[in-house]
């Protein structure tokens, strides 16, 4: 199993540039989420969702999107990048009760915005 | 509110100390209780886990936690430091019966001096 992967490693975006992070597991794993990385701050949560075709935001969800459409991938995308947006974002999955909520993080992906 | 408060930001404890880093959580009913290591730009990883049982419980690495309901903490400790332990440490809980979404301490930064 390769768990749960992200792409890219690093990216540096223009302010106002779009794109997506791209966050796939291979464990079956019904519940997936998006957080973001800042020093001082913790892991704060962006979006998550319980299964395919459910998505529901987190704690600072403003700036993001996401979608469900399989089990195994949970795109996030960037609509118009800002500085603010630039953090470490981790995507991790979960198989809800059955692993008392034991979370599995990707290595995550470091973004610039300029 | 739910939240988990680490108090100490950073910690620097000599090679072969022991050490005991702290967490503290403000929940309704007895969560589910996670550490996680995060390795100087790793991803995070389990480091151990509490759901019920023995409130003392074992994990990688020579770690181990107690958890005192009275106290709504969930330490961990280990009794001699190593200097590859040297990363930041995160505190998370998970709430019983919910999607999957954990709530993470700020942070515990470890420093080792040889």
């Known amino acids: 199993n390769a768990g749960v992967t992200q792409t890219p490693k690093f990216q540096v975006l223009k302010t106002g540039q779009s794109m997506t992070l791209q966050c796939a597991q291979d464990m079956n794993h019904e519940y997936m989420s998006w957080y973001r990385q800042d020093p001082g701050m913790g892991l704060r949560l962006i979006h998550y969702s319980v299964g395919a075709g459910i998505t529901d935001q987190g704690e600072v969800p403003n700036g993001y999107n996401v979608s469900r459409s399989t089990t195994e991938d949970f795109p996030l995308r960037l609509l118009s990048a800002a500085p603010s947006q630039t953090s470490v974002y981790f995507c991790?999955?979960?198989?809800?009760?059955?692993?008392?909520?034991?979370?599995?993080f990707g290595p995550g992906t470091r973004l610039t915005v300029l | 509110a739910q939240s988990v408060t680490q108090p100490d930001i950073h910690i620097t404890v000599s090679e072969g100390a022991s050490l005991e880093l702290r967490c503290n959580y403000s929940?309704?009913?007895?969560?589910?209780l996670f550490w996680y290591v995060q390795s100087p730009g790793q991803g995070l990883q389990l480091l151990l886990k509490y759901f019920s049982g023995d409130t003392l419980v074992q994990g990688i690495k020579g770690f181990e936690a107690e958890f005192k309901r009275s106290q709504s903490s969930f330490n961990l400790r280990k009794p001699s430091v190593h200097w590859s332990d040297a990363a930041e440490y995160f505190c998370a809980v998970g709430p019983l019966g919910s999607q999957g979404n954990l709530i993470f301490g700020k942070g515990t930064k470890l420093s080792v001096k040889p």
């Open positions: 991790a999955s979960s198989g809800g009760m059955s692993s008392y909520n034991e979370q599995f």
């Open positions: 929940y309704g009913a007895t969560p589910y």
